[in-house]
């Protein structure tokens, strides 16, 4: 895997953004769903994970208010 310069992460969060449209993220541990509104805020497929129930609520709640 390649390691990323942290002073130009953002280009290159971007530019592998638009290599990957209409890829789908998976984040297996969700907790309150952080990745998931940040998904859905640049309308991305995202498949959660999260056994403990009230955090899943807590996301379910965060990202369809999203």
Do not use: W
Request: net charge neutral.
């Amino acid at each position: 895997m390649p390691m990323l310069n942290l002073s130009h992460e953002k280009t290159q969060i971007g530019e592998q953004g638009q290599l990957y449209r209409g890829g789908t993220v998976l984040d297996p541990f969700m907790g309150s769903g952080t990745t998931g509104v940040a998904c859905a805020n640049i309308n991305r497929n995202f498949i959660g994970i999260e056994k403990d129930s009230e955090y899943f609520k807590i996301a379910e709640k965060r990202i369809s208010n999203t």
